[in-house]
């Protein structure tokens, strides 16, 4: 680039010599050549600084690059890092409420079954009130529970859904808080079995 | 629209089947209030019901033969009555009840039994 440069003036000062030669045939015009030499001069010399300062600053800027690079390095892994280990913590925590919420609702279900095969086992006596309050605020409970579990496993919130309806209608059917009822095995055996089965379907998810 | 609270209008424990297990029953809530009020109501109108003010659970048999009833005895079809009724609670809790509220009217058999008073 900067030979161009140097051509290029070296041609046009040649042109303007040229052009002089023929002025000076007619007698004054030294003083004008002069200057406009003296331009030239100035020119080339400004040519020169400028290819040089654009070399100066792309070495500058390599080396800037280079001296900041592990800092760069450093920081973007950190940030992923950050972003990784959050990922993760959160992951945990969400895996462990949802093992924490099937374990609370494994247990309620066991408190039902237990409540609800002693009132079923047993004809009408005076114990009966107490129990039917119970297993009515526990099978609320119980809807209020499977409404709050978060899991991305449709089905088992699903699978959960349909157990509440059943047992609700099994245990709080037919005779239930009836002043005749009469002791039903086969409903208490019903009960335990249906509780049984969604446990071991909970623990498997817990 | 008209508008029914269980719990005040009622009783706000309402347990057991038929008469026999007492005034809360669902036989009475049926024959007794729900039923006078769904015959008065026009042509165009709905009864809200609340259920959940004052009330803490509500067992299957209680619910059943107090809703369900009015189609098995042949007093109104499960069609009309869902058209006709508007269940209404604050607590999500008693989104569950709601559920099994509907599932009674509609799974119960037009007509299918001939209703007699379990207690005169």
């Known amino acids: 680039m900067m030979d161009d440069n140097t051509e290029l003036a070296s041609s046009f000062s040649s042109k303007i010599d040229g052009v002089f030669y023929f002025l000076k045939a007619n007698g004054d015009c030294q003083s004008i050549h002069d200057v406009i030499n003296e331009n030239i001069l100035a020119n080339q010399g400004l040519n020169h600084s400028i290819d040089l300062l654009n070399s100066t600053l792309t070495t500058q800027s390599d080396s800037l690059v280079k001296q900041f690079l592990p800092v760069i390095s450093v920081t973007i892994g950190v940030v992923l890092g950050f972003f990784s280990n959050r990922f993760h913590w959160e992951y945990t925590e969400k895996k462990k409420k949802e093992s924490e919420s099937f374990e609370k609702l494994s247990n309620l279900i066991s408190d039902i079954e237990s409540l609800s095969v002693e009132y079923w086992t047993k004809d009408r006596d005076d114990e009966n009130a107490k129990n039917e309050v119970y297993i009515k605020s526990k099978i609320r409970l119980l809807s209020k529970y499977i409404r709050n579990i978060k899991t991305k496993d449709k089905s088992i919130k699903s699978e959960l859904e349909h157990f509440s309806f059943d047992i609700f209608d099994i245990i709080t059917g037919d005779d239930f808080e009836s002043s005749q009822r009469k002791a039903s095995k086969s409903k208490a055996i019903s009960i335990s079995r249906k509780c049984s089965d969604i446990n071991a379907n909970l623990l498997t998810h817990a | ?120």
Not at chain 2, 4 to 24: E, L, V
């Open chain 2, 1 to 120: 629209m008209k508008t029914f609270n269980i719990g005040k209008d009622f009783s706000p424990d309402p347990i057991g089947r038929y008469r026999t297990d007492g005034d809360r029953s669902g036989e009475t809530f049926r024959e007794d209030y729900l039923k006078p009020i769904i015959t008065s109501l026009k042509s165009d109108e709905t009864l809200e019901i609340i259920i959940d003010d004052g009330v803490e659970s509500y067992g299957s048999s209680f619910l059943s033969e107090g809703f369900a009833g009015l189609v098995k005895y042949g007093y109104i079809t499960s069609e009309d009555l869902l058209s006709k009724i508007i269940i209404k609670y604050t607590n999500d809790d008693f989104e569950f009840f709601e559920k099994k509220i509907i599932a009674y009217i509609k799974n119960a058999k037009f007509n299918s039994k001939l209703y007699e008073p379990t207690k005169s």
